[in-house]
Each structure stands twice: as C-alpha cells, then as structure tokens.
C-alpha cells in the first residue's frame, strides 16, 4: 500500500487543527494520561512523597487484601451506602419528578426550589447539615423533642451515622430529578391516551407506559448513582473532619485512600486502592450495562 501525499492545503489544515487542540492534547497528557500510567506504576512500590519509591511488586495488594482491616471495613461502608442510596435515590427522583410534571400554577418555583440545592457548594451544604444534625443544638432533635420523640444520634451514633449520610446526599437530588422530568416529559402523550382507552389505571399507566419509556433515563441515573457513591468523599470528610468516625462507621473507601496518600503519605499503598476502586467501579458498570439489555426500552430498538 503506497504512501498517501497530502496536497499543501490539507497539511496546511493539519497543522492548524493541531496547533488549535494542542493545548488541550498537552493538559489531557499531562494531567490525565501520565498521572493514571504514575500512579499504576506507584501501586507497585513504597512511595512517601518524601522519598523516591522503592520497587515492592505485589506487597501493596498483599497487604491490602491480607493485612489490612480498614480496607474491608471501608468497602463494607461504601457498599452499605452504595446499596441504601441507590434505591432511595431511584424512588425518590421519580416520585419527585413526577410531582414536578403535573400541570400545577407556580410550578416553575417548587422546580427551581429542588435544583437549587445542587449549585450550592458540597462544603458549605455539609457544614450547614453539620449544625441541623447536632445532638444537641440541631434543629433535627429540636423538632423530635417538641414531638416527644427520643433524640437521635445522627453523627455520633455509629447505628445512624450511615443512614444520615444518605440522608444528607437526598439534599442534592436535584439534577437528578431534572433529568427524570425531562425524561418524563418527552414519554408522548398519545401512549397515556391508548391506554386509558383500554382501560389502564394510573397504576397501570405508570408501570406499562411511563416505567418503559422512562427506562434508558434511569439507567443512566443508575450508572451515575452508582459511580458517585463509590467515590463519595467531600461531604463525610467535612461531617467527620477526615476520621471516618464515630468507631469507622463513616469510613468510605475513598476518605480511606485520602488519608492513606495525604495524611500517613503512604502513596504507593494509596495508588494501589485507587486501581482497586478503579476495576470495581468498571466491574459493576459492566454488570449494569450486561444487564440493561432485559430492562431498557429504546423505543428506536437500540
């Protein structure tokens, strides 16, 4: 096969297009590509930062998976929230949604009012949940108290400090709502008339019409539910301020990794569990993407 000449006009092209992407061929190089190709490499040595990283093979993964009882208490952590804030994140997003999709006066407002939370940033949010929550000057136990409810222990009590996490994460549940609406409103409106036709409740409305058509939205709310709550972090390192406390119970596997990097600068350790995080978020998206084909409708047949 013979070399292909390029006129002068299309080398003048290249060159161009080149000279115009190079800053962000540069940046994805530097900051993306040779940090993922580093920190592959670091996962094999004892790094410090401090000092140049010394070749150790496999003992970082060895030590992780036969050593280490934090590691499996953070996974366990992580999948305890992962399992309680998917569901809720699912029920909750399309109930709202669909609320927000009735035909109500001022509706623009109650859509504004869920979103809003979302722009505020995740530090400020936890700060203010750290002053609702409190044990004893929170608004939360105020209200149960006037209620004659026993106050509870959001963040202090190891049985409620999960559960309250993913509470605190309903509170930014607005971007997903949005994406259900939009999802919501572009089921048409001539399957809800063939059905009531037929007879179809609003039950059966929703589960035979709006579940379908609704499916490859929550699939990919799904997809980035998931991949969120495994690399949840800002909110339980303010709430905690970096311990994972009370007794571990908030210990994420990412707040793990952070600690073991910047705080012990155990870097190579740390490079090791990002690999690990890494093939299990891959691992569980691949399952949800194997499993889509039995539950998402594309109403094109894709």
């Avoid at 390029?6 to 060159?15: A, M």
């Avoid at 580093?38 to 992780?64: E, H, K």
């Avoid at 809800?192 to 499916?215: I, K, Q």
Wanted: charged share 10%; proline share 5%.
């Amino acid at each position: 096969m013979g070399i292909v000449r390029l006129s002068p006009r299309v080398r003048r092209k290249l060159r161009n297009g080149l000279l115009f992407t190079s800053p962000w061929l540069l940046g994805t190089l530097i900051f993306t590509i040779y940090p993922i190709v580093a920190s592959l490499y670091y996962s094999f040595t004892d790094y410090s930062v401090l000092a140049s990283g010394r070749w150790v093979g496999l003992l970082n993964y060895r030590v992780m998976f036969l050593r280490d009882e934090r590691f499996y208490t953070a996974l366990k952590n992580t999948l305890v929230y992962a399992c309680l804030l998917v569901p809720m994140s699912l029920t909750l997003g399309i109930s709202i949604a669909a609320l927000l999709n009735l035909k109500l006066r001022g509706m623009g407002i109650y859509r504004a009012a869920i979103y809003l939370p979302t722009v505020i940033p995740a530090v400020a949010a936890s700060i203010v949940w750290l002053w609702l929550l409190d044990p004893q000057y929170g608004v939360a136990n105020d209200i149960l108290r006037r209620l004659g409810a026993p106050t509870i222990g959001w963040l202090s009590d190891p049985k409620w400090a999960k559960p309250s996490l993913v509470l605190i994460s309903t509170w930014g549940l607005g971007t997903t709502v949005i994406i259900y609406l939009a999802g919501l409103q572009d089921v048409p409106v001539s399957l809800y008339e063939a059905a009531e036709l037929d007879g179809a409740g609003v039950l059966r409305r929703f589960r035979h019409v709006t579940l379908p058509m609704l499916s490859p939205t929550i699939f990919f709310n799904l997809v980035m539910t998931l991949i969120g709550a495994f690399g949840y972090f800002t909110t339980v390192f303010v709430l905690t301020r970096g311990q994972g406390g009370p007794v571990d119970s908030t210990l994420v596997y990412s707040l793990l990794l952070y600690n073991n990097a910047f705080v012990y600068y155990k870097m190579g350790y740390a490079s090791a569990m990002a690999w690990i995080l890494f093939i299990m978020v891959s691992l569980v998206t691949y399952l949800v993407f194997r499993s889509s084909g039995r539950w998402v409708y594309y109403g094109g047949g894709g």
